[in-house]
């Protein structure tokens, strides 16, 4: 059918920024030749909207019912997106439940998705159309040579892969498993084919680029969210150009990028958390996903770290995964000595200062005699964690959002970590009058201020959410630091990531119990990932370092195996209690979260889900519960938690899914009720 198309009114299917699958417009008869699957169209959406969307299909179905508008014009001369993206796409649509509108959004650069005319102007100016390129042979390649034990590695991982596709490299931090995955891109790109580097979001510093770049040149792409929008564009339009980049280096977005021949994917530090979107949809991983691109491609996947997601290791010792280890530092140097300083028995002992007990002033002390640099981890920013009134036990809370306000005493403001409100410290308890509000708990902030009073001639350095928003900043502190103009770098998590500095002899971390006592199952295997992160940063190169780890719970189990870098008792013993509370890997989790202004409402609507839930999946739906923070934005939450057997099939479960929240939201109660879920929660 369709032969004629003059004769016949045209349809296409277009996905826009919203979240829907996609949506039915018609085809003017001067567009016909230039719709077709993968290009850009402008259309009309509502009564004063204009959206960029994609072409998904055209056909001859009218739809029924509903009024039909016309594209209003075409962007592409050809496809943008290629059948492989669309692939992709549909797949993380269906595996974390969302609709390919969702996917969309996050999928390509904002550059690319004009939704007024201004940036429609733009769009037109900047069409990506293919480029040619000259001149970008890489530089000599001055590839390091593999010691001994890499070497032993590179061929382990050559031989996993010849029955394996997914092959995971545990190695020590500094053992050089980047030498290793330098290495294998070399040999993947000589054959032709193209390679992922992914990286952890906060992760991308000019240390690990300047690295990869000095090896392969402008054969490299970098893609980063924090890029601007034109520089994203810029890669995306050279990889559907006839010669794109051969490797690309990036964070988890970066999956959405045309692939031509994909040959090698690589996840470094596999078992960090920010691989996980939270917010907004699609709320993927990006281990995962990258796995199933690899798959989608016949490509091998090779995931790295010195300590391993459950997950991951559970399917490596299984044999699903080819596993490759390595040991030793390179050159030897040695992993550094960690102190565990009892904060209970520091504080009756009046060993504290502010944060601070005497070991670690000492340590820092020592360092900064010696001419070395410390780091110290509080993972925590703001100065306190909120202001209390001692005399009434007032709290500033955020007025959208269930949670208290965090004090930043700089700037002498409460804000909220959630909805991003901000107000002035109150001069006075609203409630009781009282002038002296007093601050709770241990911000990064804090600790800057009270290393200040310890050590007034020390400098320092702060790196957080608040004094690190942009990418520059965030650069300007890591080479401020590594070119020694600090002493000190304090920081949040932030300063745990992939950074290599040769003279920090100590690291202090100031409250492992900001971590450890997080009200989820993961507490215990993420605090391991963090503080053995931030324990590789001590001692690198020239000394074996030191790490003070200040504690209230010295004597537990978890600590003990931190202290000694314990990887396998700490997932032995974190094993048996996932198994005996059928949490992951034992189980797949979904989250189904329901929002709603009206919280009685809000109430109704999620038992009556979870009883529909309830007679398909039985005992597997626990829940409705209210989430930790159970408003935000002033919409209140409740969560039902749905515990899977890992062997059941993810299509099936889609579809009840998918028929209940029908069944929920048909209801004309549900008119403004908003269901989403979290496949996989971290
Ligand atoms: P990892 O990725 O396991 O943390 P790296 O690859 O970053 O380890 O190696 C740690 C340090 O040792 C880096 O500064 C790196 O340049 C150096 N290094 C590792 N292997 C070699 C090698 N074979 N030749 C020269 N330098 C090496
Ligand atoms: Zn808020
Ligand atoms: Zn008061």
């Given at each position: 059918?369709?032969?004629d198309?003059?004769?016949?009114?045209?349809?296409a299917?277009?996905v826009l920024p919203?979240?829907?699958?996609?949506?039915t417009?018609?085809?003017?008869?001067?567009?016909?030749e230039r719709v077709?699957?993968?290009?850009?169209?402008?259309?009309?959406?509502g009564?004063?909207?204009?959206?960029?969307?994609?072409v998904?299909?055209?056909?001859g179905?009218q739809?029924?019912?509903v009024?039909?508008?016309?594209?209003m014009?075409?962007?592409?001369?050809?496809p943008v997106?290629?059948?492989?993206?669309?692939k992709?796409?549909q797949?993380?649509?269906?595996?974390?439940?969302?609709?390919?509108?969702?996917v969309?959004?996050?999928?390509?650069p904002?550059?690319?998705k004009?939704?007024?005319?201004?940036?429609?102007?733009e769009?037109r100016r900047?069409?990506?159309n293919p480029?040619?390129?000259?001149g970008?042979?890489?530089?000599?390649f001055?590839l390091?040579?593999?010691?001994?034990?890499?070497?032993?590695?590179?061929?382990?991982?050559?031989t996993?892969?010849e029955?394996?596709?997914?092959?995971?490299l545990?190695?020590?931090?500094?053992?050089g498993?980047t030498?290793?995955?330098i290495h294998?891109i070399?040999?993947?790109?000589?054959e032709?084919?193209?390679?992922?580097y992914?990286l952890?979001e906060?992760?991308?510093?000019?240390?690990?680029?300047?690295?990869?770049?000095?090896?392969f040149?402008?054969?490299?792409?970098?893609?980063h969210?924090?890029?601007t929008?034109?520089?994203r564009?810029?890669v995306?339009?050279?990889q559907i150009?006839d010669?794109p980049?051969q490797l690309?280096?990036?964070?988890?977005?970066?999956?959405?990028l045309?692939?031509?021949?994909l040959g090698l994917?690589?996840v470094d530090?596999e078992?960090d958390?920010?691989?996980?979107?939270?917010?907004?949809?699609?709320?993927?991983?990006?281990?995962n996903?990258?796995l199933?691109?690899?798959?989608m491609?016949g490509?091998k996947a090779?995931l790295?770290?010195?300590?391993?997601?459950f997950e991951t290791?559970?399917l490596a010792?299984?044999g699903?995964?080819?596993?490759?280890q390595?040991?030793?530092?390179?050159?030897?140097v040695?992993?550094?000595e960690?102190?565990?300083v009892d904060?209970?028995?520091?504080?009756?002992?009046k060993?504290?200062?502010?944060?601070?007990?005497?070991p670690l002033i000492?340590e820092?002390?020592g360092?900064?005699?010696?001419?070395?640099?410390?780091?110290?981890?509080?993972?925590?920013?703001?100065f306190?964690h909120?202001?209390?009134?001692?005399?009434?036990?007032?709290?500033?809370?955020?007025?959208?959002c269930d949670?208290s306000?965090?004090?930043?005493?700089?700037t002498?403001?409460?804000?909220?970590h959630?909805?991003g409100?901000?107000?002035?410290?109150?001069?006075?308890?609203?409630?009781?009058?009282?002038?002296k509000?007093?601050?709770v708990?241990l911000?990064?902030e804090?600790?800057?201020d009270?290393i200040?009073q310890?050590f007034?001639?020390?400098t320092?350095?702060?790196?957080?959410?608040d004094?690190?928003?942009?990418r520059?900043q965030?650069?300007?502190i890591i080479?401020?630091?590594?070119a020694h103009?600090?002493?000190?770098?304090?920081?949040?998590q932030?300063?745990?990531?992939?950074?290599d500095?040769?003279?920090v002899?100590?690291?202090?971390?100031?409250?492992?119990?900001?971590?450890?006592?997080q009200?989820?199952?993961r507490?215990y295997?993420r605090?391991f990932h963090?503080?053995?992160q931030?324990?590789?940063?001590?001692?690198?190169?020239n000394?074996?370092?030191?790490?003070?780890l200040?504690?209230?719970?010295?004597?537990?189990?978890?600590i003990?195996?931190?202290?000694?870098n314990?990887?396998?008792?700490?997932?032995?013993?974190q094993?048996?209690?996932?198994?005996?509370?059928?949490y992951?890997?034992?189980?797949r989790l979904i989250?189904?979260y329901l929002?709603?202004?009206?919280?009685?409402l809000?109430?109704?609507?999620?038992?009556?889900m979870?009883?529909r839930?309830?007679?398909?999946?039985?005992v597997?739906?626990l829940?409705p519960?209210?989430?930790p923070?159970s408003?935000?934005?002033?919409?209140?939450?409740?969560k039902?938690?749905?515990?899977?057997?890992?062997?059941m099939?993810?299509?099936k479960?889609r579809?009840?899914?998918?028929?209940i929240?029908?069944?929920?939201?048909?209801?004309?109660?549900?008119?403004n009720?908003?269901v989403?879920?979290?496949v996989?929660?971290?």
């Amino acid at each position: 059918m369709g032969e004629d198309k003059t004769a016949m009114q045209v349809y296409a299917d277009i996905v826009l920024p919203v979240p829907f699958d996609s949506f039915t417009y018609s085809v003017p008869a001067s567009l016909q030749e230039r719709v077709m699957r993968g290009c850009r169209v402008v259309v009309p959406f509502g009564k004063t909207k204009i959206y960029t969307g994609v072409v998904l299909r055209t056909h001859g179905q009218q739809p029924q019912g509903v009024e039909v508008k016309s594209i209003m014009e075409v962007l592409d001369e050809q496809p943008v997106v290629n059948e492989q993206q669309f692939k992709f796409w549909q797949w993380i649509a269906d595996y974390y439940l969302c609709p390919l509108g969702d996917v969309y959004k996050s999928a390509l650069p904002g550059a690319m998705k004009p939704h007024d005319e201004q940036a429609l102007k733009e769009a037109r100016r900047r069409k990506p159309n293919p480029l040619s390129q000259e001149g970008q042979t890489a530089t000599d390649f001055p590839l390091c040579t593999l010691n001994e034990a890499q070497q032993q590695a590179y061929t382990e991982i050559e031989t996993a892969f010849e029955n394996k596709d997914i092959t995971l490299l545990h190695g020590v931090t500094s053992s050089g498993k980047t030498e290793i995955y330098i290495h294998l891109i070399y040999k993947y790109m000589a054959e032709g084919l193209q390679v992922l580097y992914l990286l952890p979001e906060i992760a991308l510093t000019t240390q690990i680029t300047e690295r990869l770049h000095r090896v392969f040149g402008d054969k490299m792409g970098v893609y980063h969210s924090k890029f601007t929008d034109v520089q994203r564009l810029n890669v995306y339009k050279r990889q559907i150009s006839d010669s794109p980049y051969q490797l690309v280096l990036g964070v988890r977005s970066s999956l959405f990028l045309p692939f031509q021949n994909l040959g090698l994917v690589i996840v470094d530090e596999e078992h960090d958390t920010s691989y996980k979107q939270q917010e907004p949809a699609p709320r993927y991983h990006a281990r995962n996903a990258a796995l199933m691109l690899a798959k989608m491609f016949g490509a091998k996947a090779l995931l790295g770290t010195a300590t391993p997601a459950f997950e991951t290791y559970h399917l490596a010792r299984k044999g699903r995964y080819g596993y490759v280890q390595l040991t030793q530092r390179y050159l030897g140097v040695q992993l550094p000595e960690v102190r565990v300083v009892d904060l209970k028995e520091m504080r009756r002992k009046k060993q504290m200062q502010g944060a601070f007990s005497l070991p670690l002033i000492e340590e820092i002390r020592g360092a900064l005699e010696r001419k070395e640099q410390v780091i110290l981890f509080q993972n925590r920013r703001g100065f306190a964690h909120f202001l209390e009134c001692r005399q009434c036990g007032w709290v500033p809370r955020c007025p959208h959002c269930d949670v208290s306000l965090t004090y930043h005493k700089k700037t002498q403001m409460l804000s909220c970590h959630y909805c991003g409100y901000v107000t002035r410290v109150p001069e006075k308890c609203p409630n009781c009058e009282e002038p002296k509000l007093t601050d709770v708990g241990l911000g990064t902030e804090k600790v800057e201020d009270q290393i200040a009073q310890l050590f007034p001639d020390a400098t320092t350095l702060r790196m957080d959410l608040d004094t690190a928003k942009t990418r520059s900043q965030c650069e300007r502190i890591i080479q401020s630091f590594a070119a020694h103009e600090a002493d000190i770098l304090i920081g949040t998590q932030m300063v745990t990531k992939g950074l290599d500095f040769d003279h920090v002899s100590v690291v202090g971390v100031l409250d492992a119990n900001v971590m450890l006592n997080q009200p989820d199952f993961r507490s215990y295997e993420r605090t391991f990932h963090v503080l053995s992160q931030v324990a590789g940063r001590a001692g690198r190169r020239n000394s074996m370092g030191r790490v003070i780890l200040q504690t209230r719970s010295a004597d537990s189990d978890i600590i003990t195996q931190i202290a000694a870098n314990d990887y396998w008792a700490m997932f032995y013993q974190q094993m048996q209690e996932r198994h005996d509370f059928s949490y992951p890997p034992f189980t797949r989790l979904i989250y189904v979260y329901l929002r709603h202004r009206d919280m009685d409402l809000l109430e109704h609507l999620a038992q009556d889900m979870a009883e529909r839930l309830r007679r398909v999946f039985g005992v597997r739906v626990l829940g409705p519960d209210c989430p930790p923070v159970s408003r935000i934005q002033s919409l209140h939450i409740r969560k039902i938690v749905l515990k899977l057997e890992p062997t059941m099939g993810v299509g099936k479960v889609r579809q009840a899914l998918v028929a209940i929240q029908h069944e929920v939201v048909a209801q004309p109660v549900a008119k403004n009720l908003n269901v989403y879920y979290d496949v996989d929660p971290m």
